[in-house]
């Protein structure tokens, strides 16, 4: 891996994005921000050479979160996901971590 690694932030909620997004920056790691799962799948590219992960909010309206995470399961396995919510509960957390 050639490339400075890229976190690519999900969340319907712009405050939550930006927020990350300055957090990130403010430690030399850059970052792409969708405000959906759609917004994601148009805007996502694989690089081989640039490492990625995603930061994933549970619940979204449209695809949801946890919807988004069992389709890049499917699709992209070894895509390293890290799930937030403020709104999670113990069975959504088992239910993640054993994806």
């Known amino acids: 891996m ?3 690694p890229l976190v690519h932030v999900v969340d319907d909620d712009l405050g939550i994005r930006e927020s990350l997004h300055l957090l990130l920056k403010s430690v030399a ?5 969708y405000a959906s799962a759609n917004d994601f799948f148009a805007g996502f590219t694989e690089d081989p050479g640039h490492a990625a992960v995603v930061l994933l909010d549970v619940r979204m309206p449209g695809m949801s979160g946890m919807a988004l995470l069992e389709r890049l399961r499917a699709e992209r396995p070894s895509l390293p996901i890290i799930m937030i919510s403020g709104h999670g509960d113990i069975d959504m957390a088992v239910r993640a971590m054993k994806m």
Not at 29 to 33: F, S, V
């Open 2 to 4: 050639t490339a400075a």
């Open 29 to 33: 790691i850059d970052a792409k921000t």
